[in-house]
T-cell receptor
């Protein structure tokens, strides 16, 4: 059964560094999403992406964040200058319908 | 605006006994509702979803949920718990917003299954 995959599973970075989190959505899906889950807190929506552009973004998704679908298979989340509070589990999701999402296993980002 | 309340942070059951995980929601629109399960160090797996068809929704692994509009509830049940059901469960409400669906997650309920 096809799955969403994410790499790396764990990323450790220094504060102020740029990180790129990578996702490979399920191949026939059209909608793509990023979420984050800070330890002990709710899963929070960051951004949705459809037809090669951002369709919705939350207040969390400020100018430090960007998303890209560079080659038709990967979907990336870039954080330009990481802060301590960016430490979280980041989940990618994809779907064929706007309201149903299939999640990847997540990337744990630790900012030191 | 939409919100989700998972009424229990932890539910503890014995193997073979019924499971009830409670979820209440609010939404300005007719929402889609979901339950996801997260096993340790794994991603979120879709258990089931409700999208205005039958109010009793059957999902994977013997789980089902009933949409009750009058009570704004979408509780998750299973007749007989297995050890492998021990995990974190998330109720999610999703309603349209400018052509997209922005989901709101509950805080999660940790299901503990005792032998």
């Amino acid at each position: 059964e096809p799955e969403v995959t994410q790499t790396p599973s764990h990323q450790v970075t220094q504060m102020g560094q740029e990180v790129i989190l990578r996702c490979v959505p399920i191949s026939n899906h059209l909608y793509f999403y990023w979420y984050r889950q800070i330890l002990g807190q709710k899963v929070e929506f960051l951004v949705s992406f459809y037809n090669n552009e951002i369709s919705e973004k939350s207040e969390i998704f400020d100018d430090q964040f960007s998303v890209e679908r560079p080659d038709g298979s990967n979907f990336t989340l870039k954080i330009r200058s990481t802060k301590l509070e960016d430490s979280a589990m980041y989940f990618c999701a994809s779907g064929t319908l706007a309201d149903t999402q299939y999640f990847g296993p997540g990337t744990r980002l630790t900012v030191l | 605006a939409q919100s989700v309340t998972q009424l229990d942070s932890h539910v503890s059951v014995s193997e073979g006994t019924p499971v009830l995980l409670r979820c209440n929601y609010s939404s300005s629109y007719s929402p889609s509702l979901f339950w996801y399960v997260q096993h340790p160090n794994k991603g979120l797996q879709l258990l089931l979803k409700y999208t205005s068809a039958a109010t009793l929704v059957k999902g994977i692994n013997g789980f089902e949920a009933e949409f009750k509009k009058s009570e704004t509830s979408f509780h998750l049940t299973k007749p007989s718990a297995h050890m492998s059901d021990a995990a974190e469960y998330f109720c999610v409400v999703s309603a349209p917003s400018g052509g997209s669906y922005i989901p709101t997650f509950g805080r999660g309920t940790s299901l503990i299954v005792h032998p």
